[in-house]
Nanobody, 123 residues
């Protein structure tokens, strides 16, 4: 069993930055791929970014490339999402998720989910 707890969300003006953290329990964290997803009101949950267990492979959806950076610290069982140059369209609940094996862009491939953290970007 893996438990995930996100933090770092909040209200920020357009152009600002936030850093999301996702703390994981369970000693197998280092062997799990991690993903950040988001869901805006009335929209489907979408992949934002993912990272392999080693950190060597990352993925970003087109709309956040060059603005967001995913990283992980396996010693701390934590994955981060640094979000810069935030836009109002980034407003959503952000979720971290984990799965064994390789990364995936599909939400249904992930086994464990956090409770989500709200990110609101004002114009």
């Amino acid at each position: 069993q893996v438990q995930l707890v996100e933090s770092g969300g909040g209200l920020v003006q357009a152009g600002g930055s936030l850093r999301l953290s996702c703390a994981a329990s369970g000693r197998t964290f280092s062997s799990h791929a991690m993903g950040w997803f988001r869901q805006a009101p009335g929209k489907e949950r979408e992949i934002v970014s993912s990272i392999s267990w080693s950190g060597g492979t990352t993925y970003y959806t087109d709309s956040v490339k060059g603005r967001f950076t995913i990283s992980r610290d396996n010693a701390k069982n934590t994955v981060y999402l640094q979000m810069n140059s935030l836009k109002p369209e980034d407003t959503a609940v952000y979720y971290c998720a984990t799965r064994r094996g390789v990364t995936s862009t599909l939400a249904l491939d992930y086994d464990y989910w956090g409770q989500g953290t709200q990110v609101t970007v004002s114009s």
